[in-house]
């Protein structure tokens, strides 16, 4: 039963567009472009989703004016290259700490007496 609460307690968020007359005296017109449902746990369901990349939505607004949009997921993303140079970095610095450590110590010691 809390599982079923969880995924009903969500807020749901919507990108707006606003096509009604310039003033918005006259004539409001408002068109939910995107619906974004946040949940608790930090996970989100959006609707349109970005999954169809390079996909146009369109709507025609009560005058007879037609509007595209798209959906794209513009976050920064790292590069694979930029992973593994990462990688290969922390891979020296690790084998330079102990190479320091090595000559630092030195590696003669003297027998303990007996």
């Known amino acids: 039963n809390k599982k079923k609460l969880e ?5 749901s968020m919507y990108i707006m567009a606003d096509v009604g007359d310039e003033h918005g005296m006259l004539h409001k017109d408002e068109r939910v ?8 746990d930090g996970s989100f369901d959006m609707r349109p989703s970005f999954n169809r ?9 009560s005058h007879g004016g ?3 949009y798209t959906i794209e997921d513009v976050s920064a ?3 694979p290259s930029l992973i593994r140079r990462t990688a290969a970095l922390q891979q020296h610095v690790v084998a330079r700490a102990a190479e320091m450590k090595a ?3 030195g ?3 003297q027998k303990p007496p007996e």
């Open 7 to 11: 995924v009903l307690n969500f807020r």
């Open 33 to 40: 472009l995107v619906h974004i449902k946040a949940y608790p």
């Open 53 to 61: 990349e390079g996909k146009r939505y369109r709507f025609e607004d």
């Open 66 to 68: 037609i509007y595209e």
């Open 77 to 79: 993303k790292t590069a």
């Open 103 to 105: 000559l630092a110590l």
């Open 107 to 109: 590696s003669k010691f």
